[in-house]
Nanobody
């Protein structure tokens, strides 16, 4: 079992930045693929970004490409999502997820563990 805890959410004006963290605990001896998803009010949860086990490979949703950066520190069992140039449409609850499989993935069903989420609110 792996427990994931997100932090770093908050309220920011459009154009601002936030950095989300996802701390993993439990059976973290095996490195997991990590992903970030988000869910806006009244909408389904959607993929944001994913990073491979080594941290070399990353992939982003088109809506955040060039503005968000996913990274990880395996020594600290922590993944990050740096969010720059935030827009009101980025307002959502952001979830961290971990996947046992070897490859990155963009679908919720491919992830095995989830955090509780952290709220990000961007005002215009």
């Amino acid at each position: 079992q792996v427990q994931l805890v997100e932090s770093g959410g908050g309220s920011v004006q459009a154009g601002g930045s936030l950095r989300l963290s996802c701390a993993a605990s439990g059976r973290t001896g095996s490195t997991y693929v990590m992903g970030w998803f988000r869910q806006a009010p009244g909408k389904e949860r959607e993929f944001v970004a994913t990073i491979g086990r080594s941290g070399i490979y990353t992939y982003y949703a088109d809506s955040v490409k060039g503005r968000f950066t996913i990274s990880r520190d395996n020594a600290e069992n922590t993944a990050y999502l740096q969010m720059n140039s935030l827009k009101p449409e980025d307002t959502a609850v952001y979830y961290c997820a971990a996947r046992r499989g070897p490859y990155t993935a963009t679908t919720e069903a491919d992830y095995d563990y989830w955090g509780q989420g952290t709220q990000v609110t961007v005002s215009s």
